[in-house]
């Protein structure tokens, strides 16, 4: 009946230390709970410093026993290896992630989007130049004459119009988050051209079009950060399996009598007299070398720093209980409590590196499991980034590239227009506004759209073809007979 009440870890008594930590939790327990009750009955009227660190002192040694002995659900070296193998899968599945985003990133590397992206940023270098020389050569042509004037202000403002819609296309979704530089309403509002080109100006130089450039090395720096982190997370510790070098165990000779005979690693004694404190250069600052005179001690951790705390504290309590009771003062239970209680300590240093192996490890395998979640949710958002961008590819490739170089063939002929701009830039408007009109929706356009790649390529290939010709009249006469023959027709 009374081992049905216990914990799983504590109804089967597996080593001297399981014992020596069970029988002491019991004790810390009662303890506590007479301290606690005591300092409870003296309330307010009377409260001894002595029993408030009494019961402190039982409480911390009862919370860090309980924690120990919660490894004690199997041999302490099947649970070690137990967490090595978690964290051993842990790591492989770890590593296959970075792998699968570093051959994601390798592959973005080798696709045609960053050929379109560098197309669209030169293509907007392009017009700011038509801006910059056409704002003041345009402003005083037919300046003597209002009509004239207006009207041409007019076809400027569409022409600039039809530019940014194309160029709202250089986008990785287009079709949902267009790039949006200027509104039409901003530009209508302008009264010159010299306005409107300054505010075009204005805003396309602070547009670059970088998304892939600048998601890639976005990601690069992420890959490396988290190539660092595994390596962090999985290389030696230097407190590794019982067997590692510097650790208890490994300096443990078995005698005759099958025990082992165990040596402090993180105590010594003897070599030169000094006094200094030296901490390590890992993240948490140990292990942390403590010399005085000629002894010296190695935290290994802050556990370890804790018990060996404890373990003065208990000291401390029990001189003081012994001498209450020799003065008649004390009770016997408590110093009897006290020794139990330095005991347990005095046991867990003797093999605090065999139990800090399994906290540690656990410690490990929780970090890492933490860590491949939210690389696992990194690798999503590439993975969503990098499909979106080989999707898009063929819309930018065979509809937005070669339609910008169209523009550009256009603008730099009208830059040199000298006979009746008017009458030109509104023919290239309207053939280019019928051009816009027969590509269909964007969603067409991409990798599974409606329209086949070989008809993306065949409508790349003629615009690609009108832009050769070296005269405008040329390029709208060969852009009106694509339009009204079947050569631009696509299948939406």
């Known amino acids: 009946m009374v081992k049905a009440l216990l914990p799983g870890t504590m109804q089967t008594i597996q080593d001297c230390?399981?014992?020596?930590?069970?029988?002491?939790?019991?004790?810390?327990?009662?303890?506590?709970?007479?301290?606690?009750?005591?300092?409870?009955?003296?309330?307010?009227?009377?409260?001894?410093?002595?029993?408030?660190?009494?019961?402190?002192?039982?409480?911390?040694?009862?919370?860090?026993?309980?924690?120990?002995?919660?490894?004690?659900?199997?041999?302490?070296?099947?649970?070690?290896?137990?967490?090595?193998?978690?964290?051993?899968?842990?790591?492989?599945?770890?590593?296959?992630?970075?792998?699968?985003?570093?051959?994601?990133?390798?592959?973005?590397?080798?696709?045609?989007?960053?050929?379109?992206?560098?197309?669209?940023?030169?293509?907007?270098?392009?017009?700011?130049?038509?801006?910059?020389?056409?704002?003041?050569?345009?402003?005083?042509?037919?300046?003597?004459?209002?009509?004239?004037?207006?009207?041409?202000?007019?076809?400027?403002?569409?022409?600039?119009?039809?530019?940014?819609?194309?160029?709202?296309?250089?986008?990785?979704?287009?079709?949902?988050?267009?790039?949006?530089?200027?509104?039409?309403?901003?530009?209508?509002?302008?009264?010159?051209?010299?306005?409107?080109?300054?505010?075009?100006?204005?805003?396309?130089?602070?547009?670059?079009?970088?998304?892939?450039?600048?998601?890639r090395e976005q990601d690069q720096k992420i890959l490396l950060q988290k190539k660092g982190e595994a390596k962090r997370l999985t290389q030696a510790t230097g407190r590794d399996l019982l067997a590692l070098p510097n650790s208890a165990a490994a300096r443990s000779p078995t005698g005759t009598d099958g025990t082992s005979s165990k040596t402090l690693s993180w105590f010594r004694l003897g070599g030169p007299i000094g006094c200094y404190l030296r901490r390590s250069t890992t993240e948490d600052g140990y292990p942390k070398d403590f010399r005085f005179l000629c002894g010296q001690i190695i935290i290994l951790s802050y556990e370890h720093f804790v018990l060996l705390l404890g373990m003065v504290a208990g000291f401390v309590l029990v001189i003081y209980d012994l001498v209450c009771l020799v003065g008649g003062m004390g009770h016997a239970s408590t110093l009897v409590s006290g020794l139990i209680a330095e005991g347990c300590i005095m046991v867990m240093l003797l093999r605090f590196e065999e139990l800090d192996v399994i906290q540690q490890l656990t410690r490990e395998v929780q970090e890492l499991s933490k860590q491949k979640e939210q690389l696992r949710e990194q690798r999503e958002k590439m993975t969503d980034f990098w499909e979106t961008a080989q999707s898009t590819t063929e819309l930018w490739l065979y509809r937005t590239v070669p339609r910008l170089d169209l523009?550009?063939?256009?603008?730099?002929?009208?830059?040199?227009?000298?006979?009746?701009?008017?009458?030109?830039?509104?023919?290239?408007?309207?053939?280019?506004?019928?051009?816009?009109?027969?590509?269909?929706?964007?969603?067409?356009?991409?990798?599974?759209?409606?329209?086949?790649?070989?008809?993306?390529?065949?409508?790349?290939?003629?615009?690609?073809?009108?832009?050769?010709?070296?005269?405008?009249?040329?390029?709208?006469?060969?852009?009106?007979?694509?339009?009204?023959?079947?050569?631009?027709?696509l299948g939406v």
């Open 17 to 215: 230390t399981h014992f020596v930590l069970v029988a002491g939790t019991f004790v810390c327990g009662i303890q506590v709970v007479m301290l606690a009750a005591q300092i409870w009955h003296n309330f307010p009227s009377e409260i001894s410093v002595k029993d408030c660190v009494a019961l402190a002192f039982f409480a911390r040694c009862l919370c860090y026993m309980t924690s120990i002995i919660g490894q004690f659900e199997g041999k302490l070296q099947e649970k070690q290896k137990q967490a090595r193998i978690e964290k051993d899968n842990l790591t492989r599945s770890y590593n296959d992630l970075i792998g699968e985003m570093d051959s994601l990133l390798q592959k973005s590397a080798e696709s045609s989007a960053g050929l379109a992206e560098r197309s669209f940023e030169s293509k907007r270098r392009d017009f700011q130049r038509f801006l910059e020389r056409v704002k003041s050569k345009y402003s005083v042509m037919y300046s003597g004459t209002k009509k004239d004037s207006d009207q041409l202000l007019q076809q400027f403002k569409r022409f600039c119009i039809n530019w940014l819609h194309v160029f709202q296309e250089c986008s990785i979704n287009p079709v949902t988050f267009p790039k949006i530089v200027v509104k039409k309403e901003e530009i209508e509002s302008k009264q010159s051209i010299e306005q409107v080109a300054d505010l075009l100006l204005q805003r396309l130089k602070r547009t670059e079009v970088k998304f892939i450039t600048m998601q």
């Open 407 to 489: 523009y550009k063939e256009v603008h730099s002929q009208l830059e040199d227009e000298k006979d009746d701009l008017i009458t030109s830039m509104s023919e290239a408007n309207r053939q280019l506004q019928d051009l816009e009109n027969k590509l269909g929706a964007l969603e067409a356009w991409r990798k599974d759209g409606k329209i086949q790649t070989e008809e993306k390529k065949k409508f790349g290939k003629i615009i690609n073809g009108i832009c050769q010709e070296q005269d405008l009249t040329e390029v709208l006469t060969q852009l009106e007979t694509s339009l009204n023959g079947n050569a631009l027709k």
